[in-house]
T-cell receptor
Framework: DQQVKQNSPSLSVQEGRISILNCDYTNSMFDYFLWYKKYPAEGPTFLIS?????DKNEDGRFTVFLNKSAKHLSLHIVPSQPGDSAVYFC??????????FGTGTSLTVIP | KAGVTQTPRYLIKTRGQQVTLSCSPISGHRSVSWYQQTPGQGLQFLFEYFSETQRNKGNFPGRFSGRQFSNSRSEMNVSTLELGDSALYLCASSSRDRGNYGYTFGSGTRLTVV
């Protein structure tokens, strides 16, 4: 049972435009959310997080939005750069216990 | 600060064999979690160890086991390997400080079962 879902396996965006990656979850107890980026042959690297007390968190070109009523979060990358091409995973946790990961979205930024 | 180190990077085993994977966390991190990554399944949680105790466990058969040593290094063992166990196994460490739940992942061990 996939508690965290990323329904878009892939996304292509022109360089300089906005990339929007989406993530849905089913467990209303989740209160902490993370985004990770993964390049081939490397482990995932932490990108940005958000707790359920916020609805937005920003870090440079990366912004995560949380809509608790819809159980939906999204990652916005503006402007997108070719180096952003990677697989992005969202993850959710309740009280910092085990993290449930989505299946990932492969982002390709076209120069 | 050294990152999370996983050894070996690549492994080929035969069905029915057993395998042990190793993970050295970031110095000072007491929590080590293991994940299995397969195409289309994302990262599936295996288990978490904290101060040598298994704290959480995912939905994997008993063939998958782990342990953590007093220096926080962790090992994962898979017995009676099956073809479906072929995957990237990722280890992640965390300080588990209050309010800090972020993981740092290693580069993983790519296991191929033939």
């Amino acid at each position: 049972d996939q508690q965290v879902k990323q329904n878009s396996p892939s996304l292509s965006v022109q360089e300089g435009r906005i990339s929007i990656l989406n993530c849905d979850y089913t467990n209303s107890m989740f209160d902490y959310f993370l985004w990770y980026k993964k390049y081939p042959a490397e482990g995932p690297t932490f990108l940005i997080s958000i707790s359920s007390i916020k609805d937005k968190n920003e870090d440079g070109r990366f912004t995560v939005f949380l809509n608790k009523s819809a159980k939906h979060l999204s990652l916005h990358i503006v402007p997108s750069q070719p180096g952003d091409s990677a697989v992005y995973f969202c993850a959710a946790s309740a009280n910092g216990n085990q993290f449930y990961f989505g299946t990932g979205t492969s982002l390709t930024v076209i120069p | 600060k050294a990152g999370v180190t996983q050894t070996p990077r690549y492994l080929i085993k035969t069905r029915g064999q057993q395998v042990t994977l190793s993970c050295s966390p970031i110095s000072g991190h007491r929590s080590v979690s293991w994940y299995q990554q397969t195409p289309g399944q994302g990262l599936q949680f295996l288990f978490e160890y904290f101060s040598e105790t298994q704290r959480n466990k995912g939905n994997f058969p008993g063939r998958f086991s782990g342990r953590q040593f007093s220096n926080s290094r962790s090992e994962m063992n898979v017995s009676t390997l099956e073809l479906g166990d072929s995957a990237l196994y990722l280890c992640a460490s965390s300080s588990r400080d209050r309010g800090n739940y972020g993981y740092t992942f290693g580069s993983g061990t790519r296991l191929t079962v033939v």
